[in-house]
């Protein structure tokens, strides 16, 4: 209806265009050329930059209304634009239509195709919002309940579950990215790119907000152990390679005009990131270890963590093949029972997502665990009570031997 | 003395007559010389004009002085079928026709339009004459080289 409104009252105006100049009697030829050529120039000015079909139709109208005011003046306008005539410059304004047409058609159909991807990112970032919103007022309540014990360790349970929902919610957003541009043509991430300037928002400004959002996380102190900061660490991780994969792409069609410092500026986020992880996480691990009596030399990186291990099996080990008691089996006991039933089976796959510790590492460990189980294993004294006893044995038989015969 | 005088007298006019019928003789008639839009010049610090379409450059200080003005921002000017260039411009009272000649343009006629001056003149070539339209006025006039018809 609005189209059609539209279109009556090009028609009209163009119209009235044409009666109000046929009403001047008196006329210069020189201007009449002067004016078809001003009102033709507006005109393919108008189908060039024409990127609607409403506006399509007001250049169709205007092509008309063009050809209608000054069919009769065309010998003049001829001998004015000679070698060019009249009929050529309107046949060339319909070519320019038609041309135009298409491409309002393209640009219409990537129009839709951003909207449909701003909606999309508007609803994960709303949803991030809403779920940074949850942990931020679960974090306030954590600090006003430290009179509570109870109720605090039970925010605290509820604080750790909406971390992990967050992540698995930002998991799945990236998952989604990594599926539409890990394969997007260069055809496809032209267009987008050209149509970045009318979008509000794109999917690196909202993978920004979620990056200052888990640096924020990290840093704040809010009652969270060794596992949560593992688990940020597997996080961080996960979202470090998805960027590795898809960063180029995203920063070449979302910030296509400076696409190597938005690249730089997401790199740094993710560092910051990490580094606020790290500041809690070796702590944290140590204070985990020292809990269960396993005193590990001082860590503070992956690869430091990874010796500590290792020089606390080897010490350890060592002492055990020294002495081989009981006391030294119980350490190894407890090592052994930790390592495999809480480090491997609940942090491993964190440990090696979040590039703490490798498979080939956790491997190292359990072989020199092994080594170290044999090596412990308290030596029994039986045996050699029973040769005592059996000696004895015999020389008392030898001795009642003698002891007859003579 | 008289014959042989005639006789030399009557040998030269032969000789000229003969000179006359051995030089070109071959005329185009029906030559239509009509510019179809009017040329609007600007001048430029020597008065010169220059009309790069039709290939014509002149002084119009000449006019200028016979108009009885210093400057002007732009002329008008248009040829006839016939051949003969009509000039004027705004404030002028005058259109001024002139034939050609060698390296000449030649005042063929001064037709007087008005003694107020011509607002906004504007020419236009029509089959049988030249329009002259004063576009601040609504007057018209048609011309041709003898002068106002």
Redesign the interface.
Known sequence: MKKLLRTAFSTMAALLFVASATVV???????I?QDFRAQYNEVVNQVDTAVSTDELVEVAAAIDALEAEYSEYS??IN??IYPDTFSNRISDLRNRYAAGQANVSTIEQLNERIRDLMAEIDEFRDRVTQMDEEIADLKEQIDRSSANERRQAALIRQYRQNIEQRDEFVSNVLEQLMTRYQELDSATQAEIADAVERMSDNPIELLKTMLAEYTNLADQNSGLEAPDFVRMRAQHGYFADIWNRIGERLANTFAPDNPVEARQEVTDMLAAWQASVDNKLWNALTTAFNQNGIELPPFTSASTFNNALNSYVDNAMEVSMESNNEEDYEVFRNFSNYWNTTVKAQWGELLVNGNILSNSQIAAIDVKLTQWGEAAQPTSNLMFILFLISLAVIIGLVVLLVTKKS | MAKPTITTLSLCVALLFGAAACGPSLVIQNVDYAQ???S?LSPDTENQVHDQRYAIKFNISGILQEEGVSSVDEI?LIRSRAGYYFVTASGFNNVYVFETDESELKLENKIEITANGLGQP????RDSHIEL???AT?N?YNLDHNGLR
């Open positions: 009697a008196q006329q210069s030829d020189f201007q050329q010998s003049i001998a004015a | 179809p839009l009017e609007v008008r504007a020419f236009n070539q339209v004063d576009l609504g018209t």
